[in-house]
């Protein structure tokens, strides 16, 4: 409701026609959308890492029993024609091993570093305890409201009965107290404001420092998995090269190695238009013309039915 509205309404000398008044209440409407959605991103960013920690902790349970069986499988060497692969295995074991570590070490600090803090500004006191005064404002600004109204129908009273003692007494009993009404939600939409904007500022200072520490974390977590993931390449394609170059090596039956990661990814490019034609095994078709079916096990079409084709 505009501020010309509400001094038609109310008349020019009240409350609700006061201009900071109502710049007061519109800036608590707004730091009260404000803090609401900051509690709710907050919340989910809570809850967004403890399913990360789930899952994450699930993942070092495997892998740190692929690590097991990698340095198990290593230390037993069992090949009758060298230790190549119980070397690998063991190395890959290690190397494994360390990486796990280093995602444990991850989730604790996403726990330690963003969940536990957003989740105590979720559930702080001076979240509720300002959220609690801006409520009682609104309350006190409503009871205000209804004695502004109570007081124009005295008015109203007064001017039809002119000279009539007892309803000057009420109506000034009852402009006295619209005006400690008043006084006072000043005083507290005050407070609310001051309380809201304390929170509202609060809210996006300590968020921001936790979604850059969820960063950092997540940074010095890959930068030292790809630290332990490059020695490890380095150490076991040595040790192939040093194979293959060997004279002994057998050529028969040599199998053709996988894609790489790249490959599979289509990270050189993607493929030509004809190539992905020939991958294809079904295709649409639309129906030119009607077709009767003449047996239970041919297809009745219409002109225009779309059907699926197989590709011979």
Known sequence: MSLAVLKQFYGSD???????EVKQHQRLEKLYISTRAAKHFQRDIVRGVEGYIVTGSKQVEIGNKLSDDSQKY????TCTSGNTLSKAALAHGRARSLMEKERNNLLKALGTQVAEPLRAMVMGAPLEDARHLAQRYDRMRQEAEAQAIEVSKRQNKVRESVG??????????AEHKLQ??????????????AAMSAVEAQQQRLTLQRLIA????????????LQILDQLEGEMVSERQRIEASPNLPTENVMQPPPSYEEVNGMFGSPRVDELNESIEYFLAEAIQSYRAESEVELALSAGDIVVVRKD
């Open 14 to 20: 009240n409350v609700f026609t006061d201009e900071t």
């Open 74 to 77: 290593g230390a037993e060497n």
């Open 164 to 173: 009539n003692g007892e309803l000057i007494t009420k109506l000034e009993a």
């Open 180 to 193: 400690e009404l008043k006084s006072n939600m000043s005083v507290l939409g005050k407070e609310a404001v």
């Open 214 to 225: 969820m960063v950092e974390s997540e940074r010095a977590y890959h930068q030292r998995v």
